[in-house]
């Protein structure tokens, strides 16, 4: 059993940043694969970024260069830093990890991008 609590969400102006963090229960979370996904309003979850457990990191094309995924295995924690941030990327931002293919979600927290 894995839980997974975010936070660091909030309203920011165009241009802003914010800091995400994920905190997870469970144990080896060093040795797992993590993820940040959202989910705007009408659309799909999508995949924004993810960080092995060696520390390679992906990320969608539409936040490449702004945002960046990283962690910290002493804390169970993994951040998401997002720089010049933009209306589209107004969403509610989900932690998400996998044990024996099984998902895991956070209860999300809302980043607003706005004037």
């Known amino acids: 059993q894995v839980q997974l609590v975010e936070s660091g969400g909030g309203l920011v102006q165009p241009g802003g940043s914010l800091r995400l963090s994920c905190a997870a229960s469970?144990?080896?979370?060093?040795?797992?694969?993590m993820a940040w996904y959202r989910q705007a309003p009408g659309k799909q979850r999508e995949l924004v970024a993810r960080?092995?457990?060696?520390?390679?990191?992906e990320y969608t094309d539409s936040v490449r260069g702004r945002f960046t995924i990283s962690r910290d295995n002493a804390k169970n924690t993994v951040y998401l830093q997002m720089n010049s941030l933009q209306p589209e990327d107004t969403a509610v931002y989900y932690c998400?990890?996998?044990?024996?293919?099984?998902?895991?979600w956070g209860q999300g927290t809302q980043v607003t991008v706005s004037s």
């Open positions: 998400n990890t996998a044990r024996n293919w099984f998902p895991y």
């Open positions: 469970g144990s080896a979370f060093s040795i797992y694969t």
């Open positions: 960080i092995t457990s060696d520390g390679r990191a």
